[in-house]
Structures are given as C-alpha cells and as structure tokens.
C-alpha cells in the first residue's frame, strides 16, 4: 500500500545510512559506543518519580486529563513559577502556557496551528530536523538560514533578503543551539522579535536547553525579550533537565492567539498528558532544581574529557557554552559522513555527521555526552588510537 505523497518529502532520517553499518558492526560483535542521541543516561530525580508513584495511585487522576484542555491548571502555574523565577518571564497560567507531550510535540502542533499549504517557513541550517519534517507535513515549505561559525552559530538578519523575510510566515530557532552547543544574547533576542514584528514573521523559539549553560552563561528565554509576546511562542521542556525525556512533558508559552490554535489542534488529536505525569512535571520544576546544577557539573567534565582528547587527535574542538553536544569540524579532506563512517569502523563508536542537520552542517561532526563516564572514557581511548594518537 502507498502512504500519503507528503511522506516521500520528509527528509531521510538522519542515522539512516549509518543504522546499517552500526547493526552490522553489533553482528559482528563489536561494543559500540553511541554518541549520537542526547539522551542522559542518569535516572529522573527520586522524589519526581515518588511523586509520579503517587499520583499514578490516586484513582483520581485515571480519566482522561481534558477537563483542563491546556493542561492542568496547577502545572501550568508551577511553569510560570518557574519562569518568573529562572528566567524573568511573566506569563498568564490561564491564556499564555499550554502543556505539551514534548517540545518536539509542539513543534508539530505549532506547524499545524500556523502554517498554510505553501506557505514559507524558516529553519536555521544546521538545525533540528524535526522542525523540516512538520513543516512538510502541515504542506509548507521549510527555506534553511544559515548559520555559521564566524557568526557564533547566531542568525545574521542583515543577510535574510526582505523579499525573503516578507514571502515568510514563520521562523524556527533554538538557543542553546542542537546540534551547534551555541548560545543567544539578550540583544540577539531582541533584535528577531524587532525583525519578526517589521515582516510580520511568527516566533517559534524552541528552548529545551535553556537550563543547560556553563560557566558565566545566562539562562535566558525569548520570551523576555521586548515584543516577544507580540511576535511568537517558545518551547520548554522537562526532558533536558530533569533527565526526563521518555515521561513527554513539555510546554509552549507566549502569544496567546498561538497557544489558543494550538490548543484548538491538540485538544482535536491527542486528549493532553496523564494528569499523574503532570502532577510529577510540578514535583520536577519546583523542587528538583538542584538535579540542573548535577547534571552541568557532569556533562562540563565529560565535555572536557572529550574535547581534550579531540584536541590530542588534532581537531580544533572547544568547550560548548550550552547543551550536551560537542560540535567539532571533521580533519582536512574528510567528510562529515566519511569521518563519522571511519570512527565507526576504526573505534566502534558513533557519532552524528553534520550534514544531517542542513547543508551547512557539512564538515562537521556532534558528540554527545549524554552516555555514562567509564563509555566516555572507553569511547575517548578508542578514538585515539583509530586516529594514531595513542
Ligand atoms: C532542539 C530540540 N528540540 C526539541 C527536542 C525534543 O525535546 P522533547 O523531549 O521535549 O520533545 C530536542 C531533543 O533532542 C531538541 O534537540
């Protein structure tokens, strides 16, 4: 049987070429190591999952959880708790949040609430590939922005031409950037709410890993920015800092007219999130926020230990401001797709080639450092002897 036309124009899933040589490398008895997925290995924080427990126990919360369609009142609340206080951001519990199953979730939902058959939609490249994939699905057209190094990975709008800007309906962005590790500015933000307000462009700043940044890096949402509201929406996520990304808890937060047609869809096609989720989501953003501080102290040392040994393998690799990703140009006369194949077969350990992310991910390679340290370790020994150096 054929499937729908619209299928055949969603872009090849991003392992498909490797899938094939990591399952033959398995056969063939090989311990390969995964830094591809950034999902964190360590377990969501205790009392969430007492709380989750509990809640599962109360007969209470069974039925369907649509009596609130937005998502339960109170975690909505606990959002814009959390908010307010990480990120200075006041929003309406009652018109401005609506829960979600997963930033990803919303991401789809957002492209059926806004976007027209032809319409234009921007995608940074590289980018998250799931924004293309449901641009396609709602019959739009993703056009890519690069985003480049030189730049720090950042949206240049001087460089979007105003016919472009003016044909576009919406724009897809996330910062801290997958698969880059880059960071936005206060002024950054500022300056695309300007840009999107002057074109008439909608906002969809994905924001999963916001808690993720080191150092001296601000925690910062779009949201805060001057206009913002006017302009768009942005999208958290309990899945990154909370170590929760298999419970679906999300949430999109921002204009209202989006979050009531976003709402309209889902409330349509799916009947919200198991209220004892939604009530462990609150357990999560209220009282797990030292789980945030672990983590960063975690992922800053294995992201060390790796760019380190990348170093030692001569690749220019540097420290990620925000994320759980490394993201490293490939050595002279490779390929992302070649360098990521060679470390398969010579190491046993995959990695995610750039190109997967957008023609400009050409050239480069992301590490994640979501796997256990001893893996990262074996992993990092590994590397270094396929590439000579040990
Ligand atoms: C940029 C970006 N957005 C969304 C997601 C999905 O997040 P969630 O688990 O909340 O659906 C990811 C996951 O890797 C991501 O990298």
Redesign the pocket.
């Known amino acids: 049987m054929k499937p729908a036309d619209r299928l055949s124009r969603i872009p090849p899933y991003l392992f498909m070429t490797l899938r094939k040589k990591i399952q033959a490398a398995r056969a063939a008895g090989v311990d390969v190591i995964s830094l591809a997925?950034?999902?964190p290995v360590e377990p969501t924080p205790q009392a969430v999952i007492d709380e989750l427990c509990r809640a599962a126990n109360d007969p209470a919360n069974h039925p369907y959880p649509t009596d609130e369609e937005k998502g339960m009142m109170a975690f909505r609340s606990a959002v814009a708790g959390w908010y307010a206080k990480r990120y200075g951001v006041t929003l309406d519990a009652a018109t401005e949040i609506l829960a979600?199953?997963?930033?990803?979730?919303?991401?789809h939902h957002f492209c059926l609430a806004v976007v027209n058959p032809g319409d234009t939609v921007l995608v940074t490249d590289p980018?998250?590939p799931?924004y293309k994939a449901s641009i396609v699905i709602a019959g739009g057209e993703p056009l890519p922005v690069a985003i480049r190094a030189e730049n720090d990975f950042l949206i240049d709008f001087s460089e979007i031409p105003s016919e472009t800007a003016k044909k576009a309906r919406a724009i897809f962005l996330?910062y801290p950037?997958?698969p880059t590790g880059a960071v936005a500015t206060p002024a950054f933000f500022a300056e695309l709410a300007a840009w999107a307000k002057e074109y008439d462009i909608v906002v969809c700043h994905?924001n999963?890993?916001s808690e993720v940044v080191y150092g001296s890096t601000p925690r910062l949402s779009f949201l805060a920015a001057p206009g913002a509201k006017d302009v768009g929406v942005e999208?958290?996520?309990?899945?990154?800092p909370y170590n929760m990304?298999g419970w679906?808890?999300?949430m999109a937060m921002g204009n209202r007219d989006i979050i009531a047609a976003m709402s309209k869809v889902k409330e349509n096609t799916d009947s919200g999130i198991f209220n004892a989720i939604q009530l462990a989501g609150i357990k999560a953003l209220s009282d797990a926020n030292d789980n945030v501080d672990k983590m960063l102290s975690i992922y800053q040392t294995r992201a060390k230990v790796l760019v380190d040994t990348l170093k030692a393998c001569g690749l220019s690799a540097s420290m990620p401001k925000g994320?759980f990703y490394v993201w490293v140009r490939v050595p002279e006369g490779k390929t992302s797709a070649s360098f990521a194949e060679e470390i398969l077969d010579k190491a046993g350990v995959v990695i995610t080639p750039g190109n997967g992310y957008g023609a400009n991910g050409e050239g480069f390679v992301r590490f994640s450092l979501t796997v256990a340290d001893h893996r990262l370790a074996l992993a990092c020994s590994r590397i270094k002897k396929a590439m000579g150096r040990s």
Request: glycine residues 16%; hydrophobic residues 25%.
């Open positions: 997925i950034g999902d979600l199953i997963g930033s990803k979730e919303g991401v980018g998250y799931a996330n950037n997958n994905d999963p890993y999208f958290n996520s309990l899945s990154k990304t679906r808890i999300g994320t």
